[in-house]
């Protein structure tokens, strides 16, 4: 091991200070001497020229070793990526092991007579087979990704074996998206981990996992599901091509994706749904959308997304359908409140009291008499301490944090009134906003709304309600302008048919949404038998009787 | 993905509907009362059925060219040069009318809402949110109306409902009126208010069902002319038409009158005005629409965008014009009456000449 000062030094060597000599870093190495781009058939030059280039790479192994015992060959691994028990027990101990029969044993000159890497691959090593190659590049690209490179002494190439393993997580539940009724098993990073627990619940032969490369560097490898005979191929080849121009140096994050794909980049509402979820992917999916996952996020992106699903979790489904209904009124309501709750009340204090009964705006003006500031900074004040906490509760540490939201609620809200600062009312009209805002199911949705609450404060401040039904309308027509990979944002309800209300609004029974969502011009649009329908209507008004007799007769 | 998407028949009528129904909702009661009298309600019913006509010789001219605008077929019909002559005409019109209704609802906010702030803000905010919104294509627009369409007809459908326990049915006699009414006005100023219904000749080319377009309109007219109707009937039945006169906005009148839940809302004016700005935000957002449509149109822009931010600060000057409310009045009186006349005119000039010259073809239905 050389200590760190030998490093420097290597380093300063190689990269001279004067930047106008030194050509780039990614050509600083190639630099040198022109690159090779085939293999050659000595197996000497191929390492040298190996060693040359992957110099800077410290945990490349190469493993020389002799095949049954008389071809010189070499092993090439990287050992963070790959699984070192099976490099030795699948690769490297079949391949020193002598020849089974004596007969071969003889023959001489049989290594020189048949094709070595075919006896290796189909006889002798265990590993799964990767790739053959005599280009460098491919080569070298199936190193980084943690394969194996055998090359032979004699041939101009080389072939892979796949060793990859990554160290993972465990599969838990999904922090963002909590259910009370639903599975408990969230995506985690590892791309092969995610589509298998989508497989693990499709298990169809149409469903089509198109899989690439996102990043000139990084190379992330992302994964396009769908359901073929289901999902719209327009829809597809349009997410494909989109997918096909990203040009960017590394995917990080789904997010990343994301924001290349979406069809309207400023605007504050996401246009893509994301989810930890493999149910929700699942039925997604069913639904004829069509889901982006990449290698190293947890989260999955599902087009198009409409407005309506961002207030929609998976346990509607699998809850009554009157209380699941209910639930999503509730959830309506939240995000009115959620938007409007400020600015409302910012312009009926200061423009239209008399919309208020006496009473109450006696109290009002009672509770308001020591305050300073006019209503409506008044909120932004206290909406902006409210935002402030929220924001401190996800940066904080878990242990603190509970205790400090509970705490902060109580000390800002009561020290804030005794203070003067503020009014109780106000106190109860941010509570209700944040509580409200917590009631959307996915976060990007939810703090969007939360935040156009402060342009509406604002505008509820100067001009009444007057502003306040301005901004709403600038931003209503701005959803209705939306598109979200040619659908649009807010389709479910405009759409021309009732069956875009049965899943909005309210949650139909199941047996009632006989038909995927029409905006998606699914090529299979019947989800469930004909009659299904009428047989459950029957059962309204026949109870079980009729069951009961049937099974009797027979 | 991008497909020309169109709209179905009953979103047209909603478009139409919504487009018809409009700012003048809180005066055209004192309106109707000062030209017909006590025959107020027939007159209204009158000026619907000249409305209805026009709107009918519109439907049919379009559904001759079903899968173009006003502006590209009139060329083929009477020919380049008159047709950019009427274009023009058609944008004049469309203009003036606009401008004339940024004006009025500026006026009502400063009666109503804003005493002491200056005019000039209030119509230059709803001018700039009709100018953005009027940046998207035609399917973009009828979104919209599709939306806000709840939002308009359902507030005054409330409030009438709500006042009609006042009506007293007295207040409604003589149906014919005391006296001959003035023929002219009683019949025009009904039916101008039907003057967005031109909008279905820009609509026609995205309907699914051109052919059962004239369904849609007469579906249209039929809706907005019913609450027109009952805010006439209910208003003249509660005040009765000397006190209908005094009043300058009635409707608002009726809305302030009535109390809901035992006192809990007092007073429903300030949210009704707040409903009534969606309702004239939905019809100017239609003029507008036309509007810069036909200027592109003249100008041979592809892209209505830029227009439609040009227009801006001529449609903000035209609209500050008027001296006071009484001009104004008057002169958005003589603009809609002319403009009435001259579409209806215009679209059966058109509708002629394609007939006997054999352009377009014959709509079947």
């Given amino acids: 091991m050389l200590d760190w000062k030998a490093n420097y030094e290597a380093f300063k060597k190689k990269h001279p200070s004067q930047p106008s000599e030194s050509p780039s870093a990614s050509e600083g190495s190639s630099g040198r001497e022109s690159k090779p781009r085939q293999l050659v058939a000595s197996l000497e030059d191929n390492l040298q020229s190996f060693q040359n280039q992957m110099s800077n790479v410290t945990d490349l192994v190469v493993r020389r070793l002799k095949i049954m015992g008389k071809r010189s060959s070499a092993l090439l691994f990287l050992t963070s990526l790959t699984d070192q028990r099976l490099i030795q027990e699948g690769i490297v101990a079949p391949l020193q092991a002598p020849f089974v029969s004596p007969e071969q044993m003889k023959d001489e000159d049989l290594l020189d007579r048949v094709d070595l890497f075919n006896l290796v691959c189909q006889e002798r090593v265990h590993a799964n087979l990767g790739q053959r190659s005599s280009e460098w590049s491919v080569l070298m690209d199936l190193l980084m990704k943690g394969q194996t490179l055998l090359l032979i002494d004699g041939y101009g190439e080389g072939v892979s074996f796949d060793t990859r393993k990554v160290e993972k997580r465990g599969i838990e539940q999904p922090q963002t998206e909590q259910v009370i009724r639903g599975s408990r098993d969230g995506f985690i990073e590892q791309l092969e981990t995610n589509l298998s627990l989508i497989r693990y619940r499709l298990q169809t032969a149409d469903l089509v996992i198109e899989t690439g490369e996102l990043g000139a560097r990084t190379k992330s490898k992302t994964a396009v599901c769908y359901i073929d005979g289901i999902a719209n191929p327009e829809l597809v080849s349009e997410v494909m091509r989109r997918l096909s121009i990203i040009d960017i140096d590394g995917i990080i994050d789904a997010g990343y994706i994301e924001q290349f794909i979406e069809d309207q980049p400023i605007s504050p509402f996401p246009q893509i749904q994301n989810t930890e979820r493999a149910d929700k992917t699942v039925a997604s999916l069913l639904e004829g959308r069509v889901a982006i996952l990449v290698d190293g996020s947890s989260f999955a992106l599902i087009v198009p997304a409409l407005f309506d699903q961002f207030f929609q979790t998976i346990d509607d489904y699998s809850e009554r359908f009157l209380i699941a209904s209910l639930l999503r009124f509730v959830r309506l309501i939240a995000l009115l409140f959620s938007v409007f709750f400020p600015s409302l009340y910012v312009s009926v204090i200061s423009y239209n009291p008399e919309l208020m009964p006496t009473d109450f705006a006696v109290a009002i003006a009672g509770g308001r008499a020591g305050v300073p500031f006019p209503a409506m900074l008044e909120v932004l004040i206290m909406e902006a301490s409210m935002e402030i906490l929220r924001e401190a509760t996800i940066r904080l540490p878990q242990m603190i944090g509970g205790a400090l939201s509970i705490v902060g609620v109580l000390v800002i809200g009561q020290a804030a009134v005794s203070a003067g600062l503020s009014s109780p009312i106000t106190v109860v009209i941010v509570a209700l906003t944040t509580i409200g805002s917590f009631a959307t199911p996915a976060y990007n949705a939810a703090i969007a709304m939360r935040m156009l609450r402060f342009p509406l404060i604002i505008m509820a401040g100067l001009f009444g309600l007057y502003g306040v039904v301005l901004g709403s309308l600038f931003i209503i027509n701005h959803m209705l302008y939306l598109d979200s990979f040619g659908v649009p944002f807010l389709q479910s309800i405009l759409a021309k048919k009732r069956a875009g209300f049965m899943d909005t609004l309210i949650r139909a029974p199941l047996w009632w949404m006989g038909k995927r969502p029409s905006y998606l011009h699914t090529l299979d649009d019947t989800r469930r038998a004909e009659g299904t329908f009428y047989a459950n209507v029957d059962k309204i008004y026949y109870q079980e009787d009729n069951a009961d007799a049937e099974n009797t007769e027979n | ?365």
């Fill in chain 2, 1 to 365: 993905m991008q497909k020309t998407q169109k709209i179905s028949t009953t979103q047209l009528a909603i478009v139409i509907s919504s487009t018809i129904f409009g700012p003048y909702v809180l005066s055209f009661p004192q309106i109707i009362a000062k030209a017909a009298d006590n025959a107020a309600p027939l007159m209204t019913i009158a000026g619907t059925c000249c409305a209805i006509f026009s709107m009918f010789v519109f439907t049919r001219i379009s559904q001759r060219f079903s899968d173009k605008t006003l502006f590209s077929y009139s060329q083929i019909v009477i020919g380049r040069l008159p047709a950019l002559v009427a274009n023009l005409l058609v944008f004049a019109c469309f203009f003036i009318t606009s401008a004339m209704m940024f004006r009025q609802f500026g006026e009502v906010l400063s009666t109503v809402v804003f005493r002491r702030t200056p005019i000039e803000i209030s119509i230059l905010m709803i001018l700039i949110l009709v100018a953005l919104s009027c940046r998207r294509d035609t399917v973009k627009f009828t979104y919209v109306h599709l939306f806000y369409w709840p939002f308009v007809i359902l507030p005054f459908l409330f409030v009438i409902m709500m006042s009609m326990k006042a009506v007293h049915f007295l207040n409604w006699l003589p149906p014919f009126g005391n006296e001959t009414p003035h023929w002219l006005p009683a019949l025009l100023s009904p039916a101008s208010l039907y003057l967005g219904s031109f909008i279905i000749t820009i609509l026609l080319p995205i309907t699914e069902k051109p052919a059962r377009a004239m369904k849609a309109a007469l579906f249209g007219i039929v809706v907005s002319a019913s609450l027109y109707l009952l805010l006439v009937l209910s208003t003249i039945g509660i005040y009765g038409v000397r006190e209908t006169l005094q009043l300058l906005y009635p409707t608002l009148e009726m809305a302030r009158s009535i109390a809901i839940g035992g006192d809990v809302i007092e007073r429903m004016d300030a949210l009704f005005i707040i409903m009534w700005v969606i309702n004239v935000y939905t019809t100017m957002f239609s003029t507008y629409f036309l509007t810069s449509l036909s200027l592109s149109h003249l100008l041979q822009f592809k892209d209505h965008r830029l227009v439609t931010t040009l227009l801006i600060p001529f449609m903000f000057g035209v609209s500050l014009l008027p001296q006071d409310q009484y001009q104004l009045y008057k002169f958005s009186r003589i603009a809609d009456g002319s403009g009435y006349l001259f579409l209806t005119g215009y679209a059966l000039l058109l509708w002629i000449v394609a007939v006997v010259r054999r352009k377009g073809v014959r709509p079947h239905g």
